[in-house]
């Protein structure tokens, strides 16, 4: 039987001047006393999938998780029954918390799960899932009283997503979009305090037109701090264009940017709009903008300012509203010390500028975001379960990740299909030798230092043909250090970002 206290503490919750994270967990924390259940989670449904909330008995990793229905039937049921759902002892339904509770020794076979929909006006926005070890654990719990706590915990969920949507939206008139959320595609995964930060920095931001200028590391996730900017703001539902600076040779340049008309120059044997022109009422996301050519940032600012864009090879202007949100690796202020990027063209574009934390100081996200990938990688294998032994775990968090989280997901996915390989089952632990860190650490230790590369004279070789191999075999060597990122090699081998790319073309290395 439920006890009157619970519920009324339950229900006290709801009105009490809590943040949304402060929330969801008294709530499962009551959930849990109430139930007397050995692991619960909270979670939102989005987009035909379940984002856990709050946990409570489960591994930190499950926090990063994202469970497709169509990859967990569990979840599925629980999703379509619109009520009350029991699974038996024995269901052959696999658990998507399979060796997932830490508390737990060895391997859950029998247990009791309880599944509780969350619905606001028969409109499913959540579900709590409850585990116990034993297969009787619930059996005292009618069906009513079950419902009780669904109802209390489905109006929490309800309230905290809605002011949730009113502090993003900033006014009532945009809550109803905010509130189905962002598009998991651009989810940012984190709760540290940098991330949380960032994330009500591009709350702020997003609802504007201001340009944004994103810097951070290579790998840190400045595309996906682009594609939030622009779904937080009125031009979400128009083109987000994106545009690498530094994948452009200055001879094509121009055509990408501004477009051209047929017969402007050798090849253009038809009209072509520009990134501006497709990009027009929506945002124009420019990666790698330091890597532009100071010819190019002129033509650039131009457009910036006058609000036109002319085509290559036509005297005619065309009128563009584009939003501007711009990325760079390199510090932009020092470039411009040096005469290497303009001044002005700073200016407008670091109209609100973002900073994105390495992952090296973001504390526990490397669990959420390992979870993340790991949910990623199972469904793409065709796994039932795929997690991470506690060595390996242990291993991950000691590491500084140079390559950040793109290095994660590399290292993640990799792991992976290892694990797969030698277990040969549907469900994989990945162990330390799996990641190979050490391999990784060896590397890193060595990055710092000037590349390398022995260059043998061959028999009957000449001058010519040694020096071009030399610089066949750095250049390779630097783009495997650099994650294959032109740009980085560019500042690494001190060449110019143009030179490069026609002196890889010369030696057959694109």
Same mark, same amino acid.
């Given at each position: 039987?439920?006890?009157?206290?619970?519920?009324?503490?339950?229900?006290?919750?709801?009105?009490?001047?809590?943040?949304?994270?402060?929330?969801?967990?008294?709530?499962?924390?009551?959930?849990?006393?109430?139930?007397? =259940?050995?692991?619960?989670? %909270?979670?939102?449904?989005?987009?035909?999938?379940?984002?856990?909330?709050?946990?409570?008995?489960?591994?930190?990793?499950?926090?990063?998780?994202?469970?497709?229905? @169509?990859?967990?039937?569990?979840?599925?049921?629980?999703?379509?029954?619109?009520?009350?759902? #029991?699974?038996? @002892?024995?269901?052959?339904?696999?658990?998507?918390?399979?060796?997932?509770?830490?508390?737990?020794?060895?391997?859950?076979?029998?247990?009791? =799960?309880?599944?509780?929909?969350?619905?606001?006006?028969? #409109?499913?926005?959540?579900?709590?899932?409850?585990?116990?070890?034993?297969?009787?654990?619930?059996?005292?719990?009618?069906?009513?009283?079950?419902?009780?706590?669904?109802?209390?915990?489905?109006?929490?969920?309800?309230?905290?997503?809605?002011?949730?949507?009113?502090?993003?939206?900033?006014?009532?008139?945009? @809550?109803?979009?905010?509130?189905?959320?962002?598009?998991?595609?651009?989810?940012?995964?984190?709760?540290?305090?940098?991330?949380?930060?960032?994330?009500?920095?591009?709350?702020?931001?997003?609802?504007?037109?201001?340009?944004?200028?994103?810097?951070?590391?290579?790998?840190?996730? $400045?595309?996906?701090?682009?594609?939030?900017?622009?779904?937080?703001?009125?031009?979400?539902?128009?083109?987000?264009?994106?545009?690498? =600076?530094?994948?452009?040779?200055?001879?094509?340049?121009?055509?990408?940017?501004?477009?051209?008309?047929?017969?402007?120059?050798?090849?253009?044997?038809?009209?072509?709009?520009?990134?501006?022109?497709?990009?027009?009422?929506?945002?124009?996301?420019?990666?790698?903008?330091?890597?532009?050519?100071?010819?190019?940032?002129?033509?650039?600012?131009?457009?910036?300012?006058?609000?036109?864009?002319?085509?290559?090879?036509?005297?005619?202007?065309?009128?563009?509203?584009?939003?501007?949100?711009?990325?760079?690796?390199?510090?932009?202020?020092?470039?411009?010390?040096?005469?290497?990027?303009?001044?002005?063209?700073?200016?407008?574009?670091?109209?609100? *500028?973002?900073?994105? *934390?390495?992952?090296?100081?973001?504390?526990?996200?490397?669990?959420?975001?390992?979870?993340?990938?790991?949910?990623?990688? =199972?469904?793409?294998?065709?796994?039932?379960? %795929?997690?991470?032994?506690?060595?390996?775990?242990?291993?991950?968090?000691?590491?500084?990740?140079?390559? &950040?989280?793109?290095?994660?997901?590399?290292?993640?996915?990799?792991?992976?299909?290892?694990?797969?390989?030698?277990? &040969?089952?549907?469900?994989?632990?990945?162990?330390?030798?799996?990641?190979?860190?050490? &391999?990784?650490?060896?590397?890193?230790?060595?990055?710092? $230092?000037?590349?390398?590369?022995?260059?043998?004279?061959?028999?009957?070789?000449?001058?010519?043909?040694?020096?071009?191999?030399?610089?066949?075999?750095?250049?390779?060597?630097?783009?495997?250090? &650099?994650?294959?990122?032109? @740009?980085?090699?560019? #500042?690494?081998?001190?060449?110019?970002?143009?030179?490069?790319?026609?002196?890889?073309?010369?030696?057959?290395?694109?």
């Amino acid at each position: 039987m439920l006890a009157i206290n619970d519920i009324t503490n339950l229900a006290r919750d709801l009105t009490l001047g809590l943040s949304d994270q402060d929330r969801f967990e008294r709530l499962l924390t009551t959930v849990r006393t109430l139930l007397n =259940c050995d692991a619960s989670a %909270l979670l939102l449904y989005q987009d035909q999938r379940f984002t856990p909330l709050a946990i409570n008995g489960l591994a930190t990793e499950v926090l990063g998780r994202r469970f497709a229905l @169509a990859d967990h039937p569990r979840l599925e049921a629980i999703a379509r029954a619109g009520d009350v759902v #029991r699974f038996p @002892a024995d269901s052959d339904l696999p658990d998507p918390y399979d060796g997932l509770i830490p508390s737990l020794q060895g391997e859950l076979k029998v247990h009791a =799960c309880i599944g509780l929909p969350l619905l606001v006006e028969q #409109r499913l926005i959540g579900a709590v899932t409850i585990d116990g070890f034993d297969a009787e654990q619930f059996a005292n719990f009618s069906d009513d009283e079950l419902r009780i706590v669904t109802a209390l915990a489905a109006a929490s969920l309800n309230h905290g997503l809605q002011l949730q949507a009113l502090e993003r939206a900033g006014r009532i008139g945009t @809550a109803s979009r905010q509130l189905s959320g962002l598009s998991h595609q651009s989810e940012m995964i984190g709760r540290c305090d940098a991330m949380v930060a960032l994330k009500r920095d591009l709350a702020v931001v997003g609802n504007s037109d201001l340009s944004v200028l994103v810097l951070g590391e290579t790998g840190v996730g $400045k595309e996906l701090v682009a594609q939030q900017v622009h779904q937080l703001s009125n031009r979400a539902a128009q083109p987000l264009v994106y545009l690498n =600076c530094a994948a452009l040779p200055d001879s094509v340049a121009e055509s990408e940017l501004f477009g051209h008309v047929k017969g402007a120059f050798t090849g253009a044997i038809s009209h072509r709009q520009g990134k501006f022109e497709l990009a027009d009422n929506g945002t124009l996301f420019l990666d790698e903008i330091g890597e532009l050519s100071l010819d190019l940032q002129a033509k650039l600012l131009r457009v910036l300012q006058q609000g036109d864009v002319q085509r290559v090879g036509e005297d005619k202007a065309v009128k563009v509203d584009v939003r501007i949100v711009a990325a760079t690796n390199r510090d932009l202020k020092a470039e411009v010390s040096a005469g290497n990027f303009r001044a002005d063209l700073y200016h407008r574009l670091s109209v609100f *500028p973002v900073q994105v *934390p390495p992952l090296r100081e973001r504390n526990d996200d490397v669990t959420l975001l390992a979870g993340y990938f790991l949910e990623r990688s =199972c469904a793409k294998l065709g796994l039932d379960q %795929l997690r991470l032994s506690a060595a390996a775990l242990g291993q991950l968090q000691r590491y500084s990740w140079p390559g &950040n989280v793109r290095e994660l997901e590399h290292c993640i996915n990799r792991a992976a299909v290892l694990a797969r390989a030698e277990r &040969n089952q549907l469900d994989v632990v990945i162990e330390p030798h799996h990641l190979a860190l050490h &391999n990784i650490d060896d590397q890193h230790s060595s990055a710092a $230092k000037p590349v390398e590369a022995a260059v043998p004279l061959q028999p009957n070789e000449g001058f010519k043909a040694a020096t071009e191999r030399y610089q066949r075999q750095l250049i390779r060597q630097s783009l495997e250090h &650099n994650d294959g990122n032109w @740009a980085a090699v560019s #500042r690494q081998l001190q060449l110019d970002s143009g030179n490069l790319h026609r002196l890889a073309k010369r030696l057959a290395l694109k």
